[in-house]
């Protein structure tokens, strides 16, 4: 009554209206029209041609030659889940966020987990990294969370995107390996790029092959904000923690299960909740001013950066839980769409140059992926929050506007929407003054330390960890067959920790050659905490 989902409810409740259910029902061609024969063709003769007018046949064989769609360019493979995401307390004072609103309230979610290199059919434990996409169908339109399950990430700028993905996919000319990251292509660019190093460690790591999807953290990765509804703003970095832990395979069971069971995540996920064992994950919100950003050793617009647990806590503000397996893949998981640009009054972007890119790229590529502009109007996709524009048309829309306006302003329409004026969406005020920039193609030069992030992370690692690591990186570069690759790598290795290079190196019969040169005069940077802010009390 309060607009507070009781518990189960998401949004495949929504769904009930389009779903179907063909048991014991007639069966009939997509007009309606009975079927008295699914067995054999319309025929001149019993032993003649087909004849062109068996228009059962030609529109079950005719639908048939396009039930394929385009998979994703990147995310191709993954799982989905319906639930919800249920609110700790009041976040009003520094969010207007619809989920935030009230202790207790709960928001239906849909969750998408997936690997990135992989195509549709390959296998669950492959070394890569995992999706982590996250839809919240709030009172207030459609939030879109689409993170991954490491905190950086391999590039600075979004320029550099189909580059990284280019040369981590299957190699043009004979479309081998499918393996996420083992041959030369993807080794050849990334030993090009420096500013991949941080993210290269989480991706030898045991991170990369988690145990289940269950077990796995999620970040937003970039820098958000929050907004209030005064339209102050703080600085914001997402985790997901699973309530279960965060475990992962060794390396040697991942090669195993790739062949034994490719759906080994999927399974996993489906079975625990038929088994009403549902996934939960706790949300926490890294929450800093502009002012504390400022004197950060690192640039937060930077997505090969974290932002250590030392200089700002993680503070826990709500749970989410997945507690209903969708009805049909295709329907749901294959053609739900999410987008960094989906965001809601009360959350906002920043000028991180990887985070502005993604806001362009996944409409995009959705109106090649599901056919037109309109893909929003297919349930999955569609807010649970009334939609009112004037946008028309197009292929397969489905609502039927009425009445002679779609346009505004208007004198005619009566009825016709109207915008909104509130204060706290995308009008964030910035705490710190804005000089006036000229246009420019390049980058902050806090951007260039590539390799303090990478240690930080090398030296967080145990024994044990570590010495996954070492062989992760000896396995794949035995995949490398360009003998400078190798050499390059190592030298990369060699900024990060001696001890990695020389490990690696042993591996391979290498020597360890000089660190790469740093990019500029990086700065050394020290990491000094600063107090948490405490708009949040639990
Ligand atoms: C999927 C682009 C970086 C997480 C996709 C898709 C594209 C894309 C085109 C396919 C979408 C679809 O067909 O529905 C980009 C670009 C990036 C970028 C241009 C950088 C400039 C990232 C980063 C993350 C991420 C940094 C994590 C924070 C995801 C996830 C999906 C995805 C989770 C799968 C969503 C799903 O489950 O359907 N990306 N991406 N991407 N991306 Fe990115």
Same mark, same amino acid.
């Given at each position: 009554?309060?607009?507070?989902?009781?518990? %189960?409810?998401?949004?495949?409740?929504?769904?009930?209206?389009?779903?179907?259910?063909?048991?014991?029902?007639?069966?009939?061609?997509?007009?309606?029209?009975?079927?008295?024969?699914?067995?054999?063709?319309?025929?001149?003769?019993?032993? %003649?041609?087909?004849?062109?007018?068996?228009?059962?046949?030609?529109?079950?064989?005719?639908?048939?030659?396009?039930?394929?769609?385009?998979?994703?360019?990147?995310?191709?493979?993954?799982?989905?889940?319906?639930?919800?995401?249920?609110?700790?307390?009041?976040?009003?004072?520094?969010?207007?966020?619809?989920?935030?609103?009230?202790?207790?309230?709960?928001?239906?979610?849909?969750?998408?987990?997936?690997?990135?290199?992989?195509?549709?059919? /390959?296998?669950?434990?492959?070394?890569?990294?995992?999706?982590?996409?996250?839809?919240? $169908?709030?009172?207030?339109?459609?939030?879109?969370?689409?993170?991954?399950?490491?905190?950086?990430?391999?590039?600075?700028? !979004?320029?550099?995107?189909?580059?990284?993905?280019? /040369?981590?996919?299957?190699?043009?000319?004979?479309?081998?390996?499918?393996?996420?990251?083992?041959?030369?292509?993807?080794?050849?660019?990334?030993?090009?790029?420096?500013?991949?190093?941080?993210?290269?460690?989480?991706?030898?790591?045991?991170?990369?092959?988690?145990?289940?999807?269950?077990?796995?953290?999620?970040?937003?990765?970039?820098? #958000?904000?929050?907004?209030?509804?005064?339209?102050?703003?703080?600085?914001?970095?997402?985790?997901?923690?699973?309530?279960?832990?965060?475990?992962?395979?060794?390396?040697?069971?991942?090669?195993?299960?790739?062949?034994?069971?490719?759906?080994?995540?999927?399974?996993?996920?489906?079975?625990?909740?038929?088994?009403?064992?549902?996934?939960?994950?706790?949300?926490?919100?890294?929450?800093?001013?502009?002012?504390?950003?400022?004197?950060?050793?690192?640039?937060?617009?930077?997505?090969?950066?974290?932002?250590?647990?030392?200089?700002?806590?993680?503070?826990?503000?709500?749970?989410?839980?997945?507690?209903?397996? +969708?009805?049909?893949?295709?329907?749901?998981?294959?053609?739900?769409?999410?987008?960094?640009?989906?965001?809601?009054?009360?959350?906002? #972007?920043?000028?991180?140059?990887?985070?502005?890119?993604?806001?362009?790229?996944?409409?995009?590529?959705?109106?090649?992926?599901?056919?037109?502009?309109?893909?929003?109007?297919?349930?999955?996709?569609?807010?649970?929050?009334?939609?009112?524009?004037?946008?028309?048309? %197009?292929?397969?829309?489905?609502?039927?506007?009425?009445?002679?306006?779609? $346009?505004?302003?208007?004198?005619?329409?009566?009825?016709?929407?109207?915008?909104?004026?509130? !204060?706290?969406?995308?009008?964030?005020?910035?705490?710190?003054?804005?000089?006036?920039?000229?246009?420019?193609?390049?980058?902050?030069?806090?951007?260039?330390?590539?390799?303090?992030?990478?240690?930080?992370?090398?030296?967080?690692?145990?024994?044990?960890?570590? !010495?996954?690591?070492?062989?992760?990186?000896?396995?794949?570069?035995?995949?490398?067959?360009?003998?400078?690759?190798?050499?390059?790598?190592?030298?990369?290795?060699?900024?990060?920790? +001696?001890?990695?290079?020389?490990?690696?190196?042993?591996?391979?019969?290498?020597?360890?050659?000089? +660190?790469?040169?740093?990019?500029?005069?990086?700065?050394?940077?020290?990491?000094?905490?600063?107090?948490?802010?405490?708009?949040?009390?639990?």
């Amino acid at each position: 009554g309060d607009g507070v989902p009781p518990v %189960g409810v998401c949004p495949a409740g929504d769904l009930d209206r389009v779903r179907a259910d063909g048991g014991e029902q007639r069966l009939t061609t997509n007009q309606g029209v009975p079927i008295a024969d699914n067995q054999n063709s319309l025929k001149v003769g019993l032993r %003649g041609p087909t004849a062109l007018e068996d228009f059962i046949l030609r529109e079950k064989i005719t639908h048939f030659d396009h039930e394929r769609i385009p998979e994703r360019v990147v995310h191709a493979r993954g799982s989905a889940a319906h639930g919800y995401f249920e609110s700790y307390q009041d976040l009003s004072p520094i969010t207007r966020a619809a989920p935030f609103a009230a202790a207790g309230k709960r928001t239906p979610v849909f969750v998408r987990f997936s690997t990135v290199a992989g195509e549709r059919g /390959s296998a669950d434990t492959v070394r890569d990294v995992r999706g982590f996409a996250v839809k919240f $169908y709030t009172d207030e339109g459609n939030w879109d969370l689409v993170g991954n399950n490491m905190p950086v990430f391999f590039i600075q700028d !979004a320029m550099k995107f189909p580059d990284l993905i280019h /040369s981590v996919k299957p190699e043009p000319h004979h479309a081998m390996p499918q393996a996420a990251s083992a041959h030369d292509t993807f080794w050849d660019f990334v030993t090009l790029m420096p500013e991949s190093t941080h993210m290269l460690m989480w991706h030898m790591s045991d991170r990369a092959i988690p145990r289940s999807y269950r077990t796995m953290q999620g970040f937003g990765v970039h820098t #958000f904000r929050l907004v209030n509804a005064e339209g102050a703003s703080v600085f914001c970095k997402f985790h997901w923690n699973p309530v279960g832990g965060t475990h992962s395979l060794v390396w040697d069971e991942a090669a195993k299960i790739i062949g034994a069971d490719p759906d080994f995540h999927r399974r996993d996920l489906w079975e625990a909740i038929e088994a009403g064992a549902y996934p939960e994950w706790e949300l926490g919100l890294q929450i800093f001013t502009e002012e504390q950003a400022a004197g950060f050793p690192f640039d937060v617009l930077d997505a090969t950066k974290i932002v250590p647990e030392e200089l700002v806590p993680v503070q826990p503000v709500g749970k989410l839980i997945l507690n209903r397996n +969708p009805d049909n893949f295709f329907a749901e998981t294959e053609q739900v769409a999410f987008c960094t640009a989906h965001i809601v009054p009360g959350i906002d #972007f920043t000028n991180d140059p990887l985070l502005q890119g993604r806001i362009h790229s996944y409409l995009d590529t959705q109106i090649s992926r599901l056919g037109g502009v309109n893909f929003h109007e297919i349930p999955i996709n569609a807010p649970l929050a009334p939609v009112h524009n004037n946008q028309r048309d %197009g292929m397969h829309r489905q609502a039927v506007h009425r009445g002679r306006v779609s $346009y505004e302003p208007n004198s005619l329409g009566g009825g016709c929407p109207f915008q909104a004026g509130m !204060a706290g969406f995308t009008t964030a005020r910035s705490q710190m003054p804005q000089p006036p920039e000229d246009k420019v193609r390049g980058k902050p030069e806090l951007f260039a330390d590539h390799y303090s992030q990478a240690r930080l992370f090398w030296i967080s690692q145990s024994p044990a960890e570590q !010495a996954h690591i070492v062989n992760a990186y000896r396995f794949e570069l035995t995949k490398v067959q360009t003998p400078a690759i190798r050499l390059r790598l190592l030298s990369m290795l060699a900024n990060v920790d +001696p001890i990695l290079a020389e490990g690696v190196a042993q591996g391979l019969g290498l020597e360890v050659p000089p +660190p790469m040169p740093l990019a500029t005069d990086a700065p050394s940077p020290h990491y000094e905490p600063s107090p948490a802010l405490s708009l949040l009390s639990r």
